[in-house]
């Protein structure tokens, strides 16, 4: 299944209007998020107060932004029903209060399991009203001696593919696993900016976070916003590296460690012309 919210432009017309549209930022925020969910949405309203400061229209947040528990069972606990609760609040709140579209990493939403949550990324736009919901598909399953772990025991996996657009064009959404299935990006169609929110842990991150992201700018044409998880209290060593990077796979700006924020120009008639040039999503045979 591919949703795509408020999908109503006429191709042409957007083609047009995004190699008209003049350049804009988005920012990126990376955090080192603890058990306490109300000092995780502190210190993610700090960054993205610094983000709007630079002028960002689109803020994107990190996976599990509001909780990295001590058991992976934590989140169970302080899952939301879908519309209502806290989280949910502070992320259209913040999206009113800065009037930016914010990408709300991922937060715990309930499912029909009551032992598992949806691990879901839900954007707002600039007035606080939810324009799009996507559920983490991939679920992470790693097994290296002392390092595992199982997010199918605790996550039910999503099934849609979602876009959106927005005035900035067309977003995909995606999360941290799901990096590694190029299919699923092929499965959106055209897009403008890919949002990949994750928490890759450092032995992956290290050898192939970077690589990843960066392909799928290039084999995407677009732009790629990534923001990361660093270091736990829980005792969880993620990579770290949010960074944005652009159609051409050049890496524009990048935080390694600590928390903070990512800031890059996304141009829309650079992508524009990297696709003329280079025309290689017209050139696919295979998949369509």
């Keep these: 299944m591919i949703i795509t919210k408020n ?18 930022r988005v920012a990126a925020i990376q955090m080192a998020s603890g058990p306490n969910v109300q000092a995780n949405l502190q210190e993610a309203s700090r960054l993205i107060e610094l983000a709007a400061a630079t002028g960002a229209r689109i803020i994107a ?17 302080v899952r939301e029903k879908d519309g209502s609760g806290p989280v949910q609040d502070f992320l259209a ?5 800065h009037k930016a579209w914010i990408v709300g990493g991922t937060l715990p939403l309930e499912c029909e399991d009551a032992g598992r949550v949806r691990n879901a990324c839900l954007v707002y736009d ?29 996550i039910e996996p999503g ?19 799901d990096l590694r299935f190029p299919e699923l990006y092929r499965a959106m169609g055209e897009v403008d900016i890919l949002f990949i929110p994750a928490a890759f842990t450092e032995t992956t991150g290290k050898a192939h976070w970077e690589t990843l992201i ?20 829980n005792g969880r060593e993620t990579h770290g590296h949010t960074m944005i990077v652009d159609p051409w796979g050049v890496v524009l700006d990048r935080l390694p460690r600590g928390s ?29």
Excluded at 9 to 19: D, G, I
Excluded at 93 to 97: I, L, P
Excluded at 139 to 145: A, E, N
């Design 7 to 24: 999908s109503t432009t006429p191709e042409a017309l957007r083609e047009t209007l995004l190699t008209t549209q003049s350049m804009f």
């Design 61 to 77: 947040l990190p996976e599990y932004f509001c909780l990295m528990g001590m058991r992976d069972t934590d989140k169970v606990k």
């Design 93 to 97: 709140a913040e999206a009113r209060r």
């Design 126 to 154: 600039g007035e606080g009203k939810r324009v799009a919901r996507y559920d983490k598909i991939h679920l992470f399953g790693f097994d290296m001696g002392t390092e595992k772990y199982a997010e199918q025991d605790t």
């Design 159 to 177: 099934r849609a593919v979602v876009t959106v657009d927005s005035p900035w064009g067309r977003l995909g959404l995606s999360v941290c696993y």
């Design 214 to 233: 960066r392909a799928r700018a290039i084999e995407n044409q677009c732009f790629v916003v990534a923001p990361a998880q660093g270091y736990h209290v």
């Design 260 to 288: 903070g924020v990512v800031v890059a120009g996304v141009n829309p008639t650079y992508t524009a012309k990297i696709r003329r040039s280079l025309p290689a999503l017209k050139h696919r045979t295979l998949g369509t």
